[in-house]
């Protein structure tokens, strides 16, 4: 397994990292959080309102008990929660919008994953203005709390999601010099962010890349493929799309969605 920097963090990571989106329930989670991390994989992307079925029964839950004896110090956990105006539901991440909300946030992570600090907090789904503003605008604010939580040590770093633009993703990163990670939607068909990509990793932010197989269409056999990319024939859509990824030195990891045993072939490729 290759691991890489994030930015000027100090963090290093698994250039493939374990997506907690999709699994499909608890012995699912814990089966492939706890295979991967054997093979290697070290950076785990948590989100509260994953797989959401109850307080007890989720995402963040069942990575808890997938790290339970394993050795914390080699893992580089990271949790988010959306900024958005209107009805907060702290139990799932969603709709925060003031440092009492966030903080709620922080405190829930960390109790359901069983850590004592996570290694980035993430501005989820932070996609446009609107979105901006509810998370960073005034002292009552998400990120307020998160910059507490980071003079704590209970965050080490702190980021975001997003699937906005490259001009407000270069935005957002020059006016918060906070953020030190960021994560965009990116394959070789959604090309749109390569700037802000470039943006982030000349200033020393780490990026990590969600969507790489565009949910799930980037797979299987191709014969446009086969006759464009003669050096490539009979290879996977899927294996072609993540050495695209892998062959940018900008991106620290790779984010995949992986709830069977079986797709952690991407490990050895």
Not at 196 to 223: E, K
């Amino acid at each position: 397994m290759q691991y890489r920097p994030v930015g000027s963090t100090g963090a290093r990571v698994s250039v493939l990292g374990i997506g907690t989106m999709r699994f499909k329930g608890r012995e699912n989670a814990v089966e492939v959080i706890r295979r991967a991390v054997g093979l290697g994989l070290n950076y785990i992307d948590i989100g509260a309102g994953y797989s959401y079925r109850s307080l007890e029964e989720n995402a963040e839950a069942w990575v808890g008990e997938a790290l339970k004896g394993l050795d914390r110090s080699k893992l580089v956990l990271s949790a988010k929660a959306q900024p958005r105006k209107g009805e907060a539901r702290v139990d799932r991440g969603l709709g925060i919008h003031t440092r009492d909300q966030m903080w709620k946030c922080i405190e829930t992570s960390l109790k359901r994953v069983g850590v004592s600090y996570l290694d980035f907090y993430q501005l989820w789904d932070m996609s446009a203005a609107a979105h901006f503003e509810a998370a960073c605008s005034g002292r009552d604010s998400p990120l307020t709390a998160l910059r507490q939580a980071r003079e704590q040590g209970l965050v080490r770093h702190i980021g975001f999601t997003s699937h906005g633009g490259p001009d407000d993703i270069i935005q957002w990163l020059g006016r918060v010099p906070d953020f030190r990670f960021v994560t965009v939607y990116y394959n070789f068909t959604n090309r749109y962010v390569e700037e802000a990509i470039t943006y982030a990793h000349d200033r020393g932010v780490g990026v990590a890349i969600m969507g790489p197989l565009y949910g799930g269409i980037l797979v299987g056999h191709s014969r446009a493929f086969d006759d464009a990319l003669v050096e490539l024939r009979r290879m996977p859509v899927q294996e072609i799309a993540f050495r695209f990824l892998y062959s940018n030195p900008a991106i620290s990891t790779v984010l995949s969605g992986m709830n069977e045993v079986a797709h952690l072939v991407l490990c050895q490729s």
